[in-house]
């Protein structure tokens, strides 16, 4: 380290402080007021980085990210506390080796052009550590903006990407400035370079938001889930489920009993809803629960209900096959007007853990029925949500309205509902998402909230809106995720780079050096 660079230093202290309030900020990422946090979190620990020596660095992130998520975990995800800190760890190292390369390649004192690379490495590697990772993009750090309507909108031009790419720079430039603070003339055009950025991607979306007008014609829309006394048996026999119990013929069929309770409610709420104008009806995931031999059965009082009322139909069914190894079959059936089963669609990526092991998983294509009459009607479930890349495939095209089913719990309802509407502003398409025991939501292509209902707050877990149907053209959906592979493509050029350009700065130190006289 140079005695000028030395000099430079802040005091001891502020690194450290730096690197507990970055810590602090990314156990605020998936609240309700993870805004700010989104930006300050990135700037902080790159702070303290690039202050540390590498492995001082690396070490302080991957320990201090890693307790910090842990923790933050234990109140999002319900399984063991090994596990979270497990997941917590994962995501700590990716973290660190992001910043200790930033560290190692770019460091203190660089050129405005290093700004470049912590983004591009960050935004790279959410991209391709999504891709096959069981929980797709939960965790992205453009996540956190979902609270700026505004911001929002950039996803429908470059997806998760740009945004995270956009709050990684400011977290580099943030520092580059601090850096370079006693050169006002050098600094100035940097941070105008960013804020103007910033300032095009935000009149950008407000513009967007106030030329939308009406995505097309409003359809009356209902969800329902069925909670409360009437679903105490069946709650009671899918905990024992998932827990491991033993489940004998009389656990079954007092299982199935207690779950009949809740279908008959689902049954009589949506011949209800048909009666007051909705013109399609939504349960909420597994809402609906029957032992694989009485599927038919309910099936044909779906189809027989949605022909006499003349409504779009979608079940939310989770069927059990007691003697099969993967017991359950978690469907989303859209059944028409004329009683006509439109499509069945198998819930593609089961949450990992007990879903996941007992589940028949079906394919990630979402099916979509067109010219319904309604709108081209496409669905898939829950967790899938989370996989942008399923929504962007050729069955996907055209798409005008998302049927969603979800079932979270209190830990994450708030921003997996928020996740589901990043779907609509990247796609363009409007989405209905009833969520038992979660958040849901009936949003249009631009994100705009025509209905909203909170399980947990509800007297009446039934969500009712007049929802447009179309859909809004975006960049996104041409491109796909261009932005993310390309920020990927040139980090890992840049670090190819720069391990050519030491190596051959060795070599040429060891020419010179055997190009001495000996004396």
Not at 90 to 111: E, H, K, N, Q, Y
Not at 236 to 254: H, K, M, P, Y
Not at 264 to 289: D, F, P, T, Y
Not at 377 to 386: H, P, T
């Amino acid at each position: 380290m140079s005695g000028e660079e030395g000099s430079r230093r802040s005091p001891v202290f502020l690194p450290w402080l730096a690197l507990v309030g970055g810590a602090g900020m990314s156990m605020l990422l998936n609240s309700r007021g993870s805004l700010l946090p989104g930006w300050l979190m990135g700037a902080l620990l790159l702070f303290f980085v690039r202050q540390q020596r590498p492995w001082v660095g690396f070490v302080g992130i991957l320990s201090v990210n890693t307790l910090a998520t842990g923790l933050a975990n234990l109140e999002v995800f319900p399984g063991s506390v090994a596990g979270n800190f497990g997941m917590a760890l994962g995501g700590a190292l990716f973290l660190a080796l992001t910043f200790l390369a930033d560290r190692l390649i770019v460091g203190p004192r660089a050129s405005f052009a290093g700004t470049f690379f912590l983004p591009a490495a960050m935004t790279g590697l959410e991209l391709f550590s999504s891709v096959g990772n069981p929980f797709g993009t939960w965790g992205s750090l453009a996540y956190s903006q979902a609270g700026a309507p505004v911001l929002v909108q950039f996803v429908s031009v470059t997806g998760l990407w740009g945004l995270t790419f956009l709050l990684a720079w400011f977290a580099s430039v943030v520092n580059w400035a601090f850096e370079h603070r006693d050169e006002g003339r050098r600094v100035l055009p940097g941070v105008a370079v960013f804020a103007g950025v910033l300032g095009a991607i935000l009149v950008f979306g407000a513009l967007r938001l106030a030329g939308a007008g009406s995505v097309g014609e409003r359809v009356p829309v209902a969800g329902i889930t069925v909670a409360g006394e009437v679903a105490t048996g069946r709650e009671a026999g899918l905990s024992r489920l998932i827990q491991g119990g033993a489940f004998g013929d009389e656990d079954w069929r007092a299982f199935a009993e207690a779950s009949g309770a809740v279908n008959e409610e689902l049954l009589r709420l949506s011949e209800r809803e048909a009666e007051r104008g909705a013109k399609l009806i939504l349960w909420s995931e597994g809402n609906a629960v029957v032992l694989a031999g009485q599927l038919p059965a309910l099936l044909s009082r779906g189809s027989a209900l949605a022909r006499e009322r003349g409504v779009w139909l979608g079940m939310a069914v989770a069927s059990f096959e007691p003697s099969a190894e993967r017991m359950l079959r978690n469907e989303l059936i859209l059944v028409g007007p004329e009683g006509n089963v439109a499509w069945r669609y198998v819930k593609a990526r089961p949450v990992p853990g007990w879903e996941a092991a007992h589940s028949i998983p079906g394919s990630p294509e979402v099916p979509v029925l067109r010219d319904s009459g309604v709108g081209n009607l496409g669905g898939a479930i829950c967790f899938d949500g989370d996989f942008p890349a399923d929504f962007a495939g050729p069955t996907a095209r055209g798409l005008e309205l998302l049927l969603l089913p979800a079932s979270d719990w209190r830990g994450i309802s708030a921003p997996h509902m928020r996740q589901a509407v990043f779907r609509a502003v990247e796609q363009g398409f409007s989405l209905l998402r009833q969520a038992n025991q979660g958040l849901s939501v009936a949003v249009d292509g631009y994100g705009r909230v025509y209905g909203e209902m909170d399980h947990f707050t509800a007297e009446e877990r039934v969500l009712r809106a007049e929802l447009p149907v179309g859909r809004v053209p975006t960049l996104y959906a041409r491109i796909g995720d261009a932005v993310g592979v390309l920020s990927g493509l040139a980090a890992l050029g840049w670090v190819a780079w720069a391990v050519v350009g030491g190596l051959a700065r060795r070599w040429r130190a060891r020419e010179r050096l055997h190009a001495q006289p000996d004396v």
